[in-house]
C-alpha cells in the first residue's frame, strides 16, 4: 500500500490510500492502429498481447510525486499517461503520470519490465466532472531532456485513447472505479524511437479552459556491480 496526496483542483487536499496500481496496454480505440503498435513492437521482440486492452498490475508503493528516480541501466523511458483515482469526496479525479518503464526487459516480459520502474505521477488532480464534455480534446504530451536539451518525445489527444469510464468497466466490469486504485490509461505513440534520457517531462493540457498539469523528474542510473 502506498500514501499520496492529491490536491484537488484548488478545492482540497486529501490523503489517499493506494492499495492497487494498474498499468493500461494496448489502450488505444483505433484497432487498426493498436494492430500496426503491435507488430513494430513484435520487431524488437515483445510478444502479442493475448487480448487488448491488457492491465498490467505493479506495487502501488511505485508511485512517486519525487523530482528523481533511480533506474539499472541506460534502457529505460518514460510515457505520458493519464492517471484515474477514485475519491469518495470528489468521484473520479484525472492526473498526469509517466510509465517509465524499461525497455530491455520489456522485450521478454512486459510484467516484469512494469515492475521494474518507479511511476513518477503529479500531486494535483482535476475532477472528471470538469473535463467530460470535452475529453477528447485533452492534449498528452511528454519531452526527454539530455543535459539542457529538451525534445518533443510525444503527443497526441486523449481521443486515440479509450474513454476513461469505458477502461473502467472493461477492468472492473462495473462502471466505478474501486476506492485506493490508481489506473494508468494508455499512452501516445513516440516521435522518432523509444530513447532514454536525463529527465523527462509530462503534460496533460486541458484548451478549454487553458489549463495544463506538468511534471518533469530526473532520471539517475544507478552502478553495477563492482
Known amino acids: 500500500?502506498?500514501?499520496?496526496?492529491?490536491?484537488?483542483?484548488?478545492?482540497?487536499?486529501?490523503?489517499?490510500?493506494?492499495?492497487?496500481?494498474?498499468?493500461?496496454?494496448?489502450?488505444?480505440r483505433d484497432a487498426a492502429k493498436v494492430e500496426s503498435h503491435i507488430l513494430e513492437l513484435a520487431e524488437l521482440g515483445v510478444k502479442r498481447p493475448k487480448s487488448t486492452p491488457?492491465?498490467?498490475?505493479?506495487?502501488?508503493?511505485?508511485?512517486?510525486?519525487?523530482?528523481?528516480?533511480?533506474v539499472l541501466g541506460s534502457n529505460s523511458s518514460g510515457e505520458v499517461e493519464v492517471a484515474l483515482l477514485s475519491s469518495s469526496t470528489h468521484g473520479l479525479l484525472i492526473g498526469v503520470g509517466s510509465d517509465h518503464?524499461?525497455?530491455?526487459?520489456?522485450?521478454?516480459?512486459?510484467?516484469v519490465s512494469k515492475q521494474m520502474c518507479?511511476?513518477?505521477i503529479r500531486a494535483d488532480w482535476w475532477l472528471y466532472d470538469d473535463l467530460a464534455s470535452q475529453w477528447d480534446q485533452l492534449v498528452m504530451r511528454s519531452w526527454r531532456w539530455v543535459g539542457p536539451r529538451?525534445?518533443?518525445?510525444?503527443?497526441?489527444?486523449?481521443?486515440?485513447?479509450?474513454?476513461?469510464?469505458?477502461?473502467?468497466?472493461?477492468l472492473c466490469t462495473q462502471d466505478d472505479l474501486p476506492g485506493g486504485t490508481?489506473?494508468?490509461c494508455g499512452t501516445q505513440p513516440v516521435i522518432g524511437r523509444l530513447v532514454f534520457g536525463d529527465a523527462f517531462e509530462i503534460e496533460l493540457?486541458?484548451?478549454?479552459?487553458?489549463?495544463?498539469?506538468?511534471?518533469?523528474?530526473?532520471v539517475r542510473t544507478l552502478p553495477g556491480a563492482e
Open 205 to 218: 493540457h486541458d484548451p478549454v479552459l487553458k489549463r495544463s498539469r506538468s511534471h518533469r523528474y530526473g
Open 182 to 184: 490508481v489506473v494508468f
Open 118 to 120: 518507479d511511476k513518477p
Open 1 to 28: 500500500m502506498s500514501e499520496i496526496t492529491c490536491n484537488v483542483a484548488g478545492r482540497s487536499t486529501l490523503a489517499v490510500s493506494v492499495d492497487t496500481l494498474v498499468m493500461a496496454g494496448w489502450a488505444g
Open 54 to 70: 491488457c492491465f498490467y498490475r505493479v506495487a502501488p508503493s511505485l508511485l512517486t510525486a519525487g523530482q528523481t528516480i533511480d
Open 101 to 111: 518503464t524499461d525497455r530491455e526487459v520489456e522485450a521478454y516480459d512486459i510484467s
Open 150 to 170: 529538451r525534445e518533443l518525445y510525444q503527443e497526441g489527444t486523449t481521443a486515440q485513447l479509450l474513454d476513461p469510464l469505458v477502461l473502467v468497466r472493461k
